[in-house]
């Protein structure tokens, strides 16, 4: 780790904000964003906040706690968020949180939340340190 630099100021440089729009092509039988995709983007954006925090390939190797609270409509807007909240010597954990906005309404609901834990690899896949 760069000596220039703390942890704290690594995992603020680390969080992922990205926004989406659930589109017809995203739901399911009851006009609502599929699982199954909330789940996928909310595993991209952890990897991308992993990797940013540490800067070393890594895989997934659990989720934990994701809490689905509230439908999704298509023709909404959806903010995720991705922070590191654990840090350990070969592993790191990705909190997930997704906001939900009407286009035509102020305001937001966090409608899901889930943790993504990482592990750094070499070529041969083993752990290897964070830093």
Known sequence: MAED???EERIQNSITRVAKVVFPTNI???????GGT???WMDEISFITATRFCHKPLVTVSTEKINF?????SGTIVELIG???RIGRTSLTVDVAVYLEHM???G???VISG?????????EGRPVPLF
């Not at 399911?28 to 599929?34: E, G, Q, S």
């Not at 943790?115 to 070529?123: E, P």
Request: glycine residues 0%.
């Open 69 to 73: 609270n509230t439908p999704i409509p």
């Open 28 to 34: 399911n039988h009851h006009a609502t964003l599929f």
């Open 115 to 123: 943790q993504f834990n990482f592990v750094t690899v070499n070529d």
């Open 104 to 106: 035509y309404a102020e």
């Open 108 to 110: 937001r609901t966090q």
């Open 38 to 40: 909330a789940l996928a």
């Open 5 to 7: 630099i703390t942890l």
């Open 83 to 85: 922070k590191v909240s």
